[in-house]
């Protein structure tokens, strides 16, 4: 199946790069509320309305009556199945969406009909979850609540607030919990301003640009009071319930004592880092403000900045670049400005084999056809913007990298999405977008196998969703 499954992709990426290919706009609408896209699926309405994107023109696949303000969701995941592993419901086997309401809710719905399939309540008015994230995906979820902060007339009083944030840990498929934590200042530091937790890392920023990494596989062992299942009674610190039920909610049975061993820290502008590579590197800039824009590429391995590390695209424009490793799994590095990408390698150093270096695997260069177009314009925001590289996103199953480019702007503004071969860089396909793009708006725009989706959000919170589809030219 899965031999038939990449011979099937490799015949529709030969058929969507195909000239006579188009992409034909099927389906427009409009919203006074946030749109959002997940594998086929377009959500309206804060998620009460669910369509269809991948019917010849989009269809709805469900639409419940308008929530009230208590029951609006404030952040979602897509949760999919996952191959070959036997579940404890038929549910389970089919896609669902994992969403939190503002009352603290975690709801379990399925993806094709809206029904509630799970209900777990979190935690009561003392603390406010907001955030769902992945710590590894479709595996291992992370809920956190907002930052923690005290009333004025508390802080007026001289109160002090040590929690700062709260995370509860989940494993998905099928739910279950793994505990509930503090993030305090009392263990972390005074300066800690955001927490996040990815593949296994617990990621703790510091005002002044300090990010440390701890293990947090190793906090939820070493610090666990106690496990505790979805549904059952608990007696607990003198409370009385059942876990995920109101009132009661999850347990705090992950208390952290003393701060954890600390893996590695590093500082940098705006608490900008990541890692990725092979061997194992990190991306900063230097925490000054005059080195925004500039790139440090360093071994993880003893902090060495790697040859040619230094990256700088020097830019004059006032859109600034942005650099990011590949999620191709390749190792590389994806390097973006106004009218330049750079697909970057790492490498070991010519006769020396402890020493990398950073080279040029490949560049794409903005279309300069409509030299007109591409003339620096003031616009009525008195910014000025050249022609410019907006988006550039990887489609992992068609192994495509797709570019969105503005040759215009103005009223009129024009845009379009390129395909190029993720190896080599070389144009494969272009697609106008045949709607005007205003670059003072928010743009994001989705590849998604034989479909192109883009979603703006205009001044006033007015949103519009555009639906292209292939269409393959029989003449």
């Not at 015949?11 to 086929?40: D, M």
């Not at 059952?232 to 049975?253: A, C, I, M, R």
């Not at 494969?428 to 045949?434: D, E, G, H, R, V």
């Amino acid at each position: 199946a899965g031999v038939a499954h990449r011979k099937n992709l490799g015949l529709l990426r030969k058929i969507i790069c195909q000239e006579s290919t188009k992409f034909k706009n099927v389906w427009t609408t409009h919203s006074a509320s946030p749109i959002a896209y997940e594998r086929g699926r377009i959500y309206l309405d804060n998620y009460q309305c669910c369509i269809s994107s991948i019917a010849q023109e989009p269809r709805i696949l469900y639409q419940k009556p308008k929530c009230s303000k208590s029951e609006k969701i404030e952040d979602a995941l897509l949760l999919e199945c996952p191959l070959g592993e036997m579940l404890p419901s038929p549910s389970d086997y089919k896609s669902s969406l994992i969403v939190l309401t503002v009352q603290n809710w975690l709801l379990r719905l399925s993806a094709d009909s809206g029904e509630i399939l799970e209900k777990i309540y979190l935690a009561g008015a003392c603390c406010k979850f907001r955030y769902l994230s992945w710590d590894t995906p479709q595996e291992i979820m992370v809920v956190k609540s907002a930052q923690n902060k005290l009333p004025a007339a508390a802080r007026q009083a001289g109160i002090q607030q040590s929690v700062l944030f709260y995370l509860a840990v989940f494993q998905v498929l099928p739910l279950s919990f793994i505990g509930m934590l503090e993030i305090n200042k009392k263990i972390f530091g005074n300066s800690v301003t955001d927490v996040a937790v990815s593949n296994g890392i617990l990621i703790v920023m510091h005002s002044m640009g300090l990010v440390r990494l701890y293990n947090f596989q190793a906090i939820l062992e070493q610090f666990m009071e106690q496990p505790f299942d979805l549904g059952h009674e608990f007696n607990w610190n003198g409370q009385v319930g059942v876990v995920g039920k109101y009132p009661f909610g999850l347990p705090y049975n992950i208390k952290i004592t003393d701060t954890p061993p600390l893996l590695f820290e590093a500082s940098s502008l705006e608490n900008a880092f990541q890692i990725g590579g092979y061997p194992w590197h990190y991306i900063i800039t230097p925490n000054k403000k005059k080195h925004k824009g500039v790139f440090h590429i360093c071994s993880l391995k003893d902090n060495a900045l790697a040859k040619n590390g230094i990256q700088d695209m020097k830019c004059c424009s006032l859109e600034p670049d942005w650099i990011y490793f590949h999620p191709d799994m390749s190792g590389r590095i994806i390097h973006v400005g106004p009218n330049l990408i750079k697909v970057l390698k790492l490498k070991e150093v010519k006769n020396n084999a402890d020493q990398v270096e950073i080279a040029e695997d490949f560049t794409i260069v903005a279309n300069r056809e409509n030299c007109v177009s591409l003339v620096s314009e003031i616009t009525m925001y008195g910014f000025v913007f050249p022609k410019t590289f907006k988006i550039v996103d990887y489609e992992d199953e068609l192994d495509l990298l797709s570019t969105v480019a503005v040759t215009q702007i103005g009223a009129d503004g024009k845009a379009h999405l390129d395909f190029h071969c993720n190896e080599h860089g070389i144009l494969l396909k272009s697609i106008p977008l045949l709607e005007s793009w205003d670059v003072t708006y928010s743009h994001e725009v989705y590849f998604d196998k034989d479909l192109v989706l883009h979603i703006e959000q205009k001044p006033n919170r007015r949103f519009s969703c555009y639906v292209y589809q292939m269409v393959c030219d029989t003449k």
